[in-house]
């Protein structure tokens, strides 16, 4: 069936540090990927999304390349921020069905 | 205004009870989803509407049930509660296919603010 898989967490960094949260995947025909972000108290929101294979999303300095290949989504952020401290979640959704499978989600906490 | 509103925000009761979370959406969207978050295990889908006759189980469905009372509105309830179904409970609605209108194919899944339900 298909599944994300994505580092657990915590995650803790300084301020200005470099972010990386994996992902891999595994899913029949050709998903879209996304990730979202929850932060304290709040509901989950997109962050960015690819939808075939080798698209780069970005969004708020945050980018993540869909790669066939290995099955992987990574996200990446060249210097984080304390506002960037939340839950990060992986997701895939599979085309003709549209329902969406969720990694665990890996929590980030940034330190000034 | 929240685009998907959900009530109660936190809950909670006892054992055996009856609970009823609302969500409503002002977004036009004809698909709708109940989620439940806990600690470790991300979300996992309790049940799902793509549009108002169309209910679908998700993959956690046992102890609940749901009820689309109309295009914009998705009601989860728990007819008995019991302790382990106390979590983070999360509606969702998606723009796979807008009512009345153009079909927009994003993807995007947007959700409500979540209702914290603790069974005792």
Known sequence: ?112 | DADVTQTPRNRITKTGKRIMLECSQTKGHDRMYWYRQDPGLGLRLIYYSFDVKDINKGEISDGYSVSRQAQAKFSLSLESAIPNQTALYFCATSDHGLAGGPTSRTGELFFGEGSRLTVL
């Open chain 1, 1 to 112: 069936g298909n599944s994300v898989t994505q580092m657990e967490g915590p995650v803790t960094l300084s301020e200005e540090a470099f972010l990386t949260i994996n992902c891999t995947y595994t899913a029949t025909g050709y998903p879209s990927l996304f990730w979202y972000v929850q932060y304290p108290g709040e509901g989950l929101q997109l962050l960015l999304k690819a939808t075939k294979a080798d698209d780069k999303g970005s969004n708020k300095g945050f980018e993540a390349t869909y790669r066939k290949e290995t099955t992987s989504f990574h996200l990446e952020k060249g210097s984080v921020q304390v506002s960037d401290s939340a839950v990060y979640f992986c997701a895939l959704s599979t085309s003709g069905t549209y329902k969406y499978i969720f990694g665990t989600g890996t929590r980030l906490k940034v330190l000034a």
